[in-house]
């Protein structure tokens, strides 16, 4: 088996999710990695679908247009990603529009927050 960046491997089963032109919750569905090159990773193609995603991004490759997806090493992970983006989109719902902190949170509990939020991530 080769193996490349992030440990992309051929014969190794992936996690895709198309969400171009997808009403409601995108399906996510199973995909084997074909090759692996500097740039590229190229899957089976089971579903006739996009058969290759870029090393770096995860995004599957929509040619011309834009991206069409993504790839996930496993469905844990994709599912991860998801409720995180919702957690976070509720998170800012609830303080999007409040000029005012909220009288139960201490100066230290608003700094601790924003410390949290504004922290690099560790490579």
Request: charged share 30%.
């Amino acid at each position: 088996m080769s193996e490349r960046k992030e440990g992309w491997k051929v014969g190794m089963e992936v996690c895709v999710v198309v969400t171009l032109n997808v009403r409601g919750n995108p399906k996510p569905y199973t995909d084997t990695i074909e090759k692996v090159g500097r740039k590229w990773v190229t899957l089976t193609g089971q579903h006739n679908r996009t058969t290759r995603f870029d090393i770096e991004t995860h995004r599957l490759d929509g040619g011309d247009y834009s991206s069409p997806g993504k790839v996930y090493l496993n469905e844990v992970e994709y599912t991860e990603a998801t409720c995180r983006a919702w957690a976070w989109r509720h998170l800012r719902s609830a303080v999007y529009g409040k000029f005012n902190a909220p009288e139960h949170l201490s100066l230290t509990d608003i700094e601790g927050i924003k410390a949290l939020i504004a922290q690099e991530p560790k490579e």
